[in-house]
């Protein structure tokens, strides 16, 4: 079978849905959280438990779940991800109990993993990746705004969480959109570069864990410090998600400018400054 070296229109749409449900949890957490701790009356602690159990299935489900995923039938692996996912969510939305709404967040995870896996491994085999990273990545942050801005509506409408109904519509939703997904086979031994070096996992992960802390926790610190309603939260958040659309020609500007490394170093210590702002600020503004 002849694969197309060019990106076609389904598979982007195939990209863009796979990508953006797949980080759909850690993306979306932040509004999902005050949903579901409010109708729980969770403390904060708690809610964080719940909201990282299922950022760990996700995690551990697309690790365990590469290897498979660099074959070719990585979009039938996205759609079990995703029916699965969906069954979570609504399993979530439904919910009588914490110990239940947990449970459901873990089957959720594991779904999006496996989404994860399969979206990130069909980036990689498409004929031009960074054009194909760059305009995924662009229409995944479009999705990801306007979803955080209907989370909350959804939410208040489902008794604190709506959302989770919402994100299980998108995901049946989205086992039609994944059947575009590129098929052809990666194979990891094929590159030529250095091996990978212990400290740059270990950079990978600190920041994987500040980034997805801060974030998850940003529309309650927002409240709890800063002293903004649940819906000005939710306003802030969708408008810091619309921002990173900036980032994305920032980032291949900077990198052809200085080179990946310098790039990047800036970039990480803008968003630390950034996060202990977020932490310390008690104004609206800041």
Request: proline letters at 3%.
């Amino acid at each position: 079978m002849a694969h197309s070296t060019r990106l076609t229109a389904s598979a982007l749409v195939a990209l863009t849905a796979g990508l953006t449900l797949g980080n759909a949890g850690g993306n979306l957490m932040p509004v999902l959280l005050d949903g579901f701790s409010t109708r729980f009356h969770l403390s904060v602690t708690m809610a964080g438990v719940i909201a990282a159990a299922q950022l760990l299935s996700t995690a551990v489900l697309a690790l365990l779940l590469s290897a498979r995923a660099a074959r070719p039938g990585r979009a039938r692996l996205a759609r079990i991800g995703l029916a699965i996912a969906a069954l979570g969510f609504l399993g979530a939305w439904a919910a009588p109990t914490a110990a239940l709404l947990l449970g459901a967040n873990i089957v959720i995870g594991a779904g999006l993993g496996a989404v994860f896996a399969a979206a990130s491994a069909a980036l990689s085999s498409t004929p031009d990746v960074d054009r194909a990273t760059t305009l995924a990545v662009l229409f995944s942050t479009i999705a990801i705004a306007a979803l955080i801005l209907a989370i909350p509506f959804a939410s208040d409408l489902g008794v604190g969480t709506g959302g989770f109904a919402l994100l299980a519509t998108c995901c049946l939703i989205g086992l039609l959109l994944v059947r575009g997904l590129p098929e052809l086979a990666t194979n990891a031994r094929a590159t030529t570069g250095p091996p990978l070096k212990w400290t740059f996992v270990l950079g990978v992960v600190l920041f994987g864990t500040t980034e997805q802390g801060a974030w998850s926790y940003a529309a309650v610190l927002g409240q709890t410090g800063a002293g903004l309603t649940a819906a000005s939260a939710a306003l802030v958040l969708g408008i810091a998600a619309i921002a990173a659309l900036v980032g994305v020609p920032l980032a291949a500007l900077s990198r052809g400018a200085w080179g990946a490394r310098t790039a990047l170093s800036g970039a990480l210590a803008l968003g630390a400054t950034a996060k202990v702002t977020v932490v310390l600020a008690h104004d609206p503004i800041l």
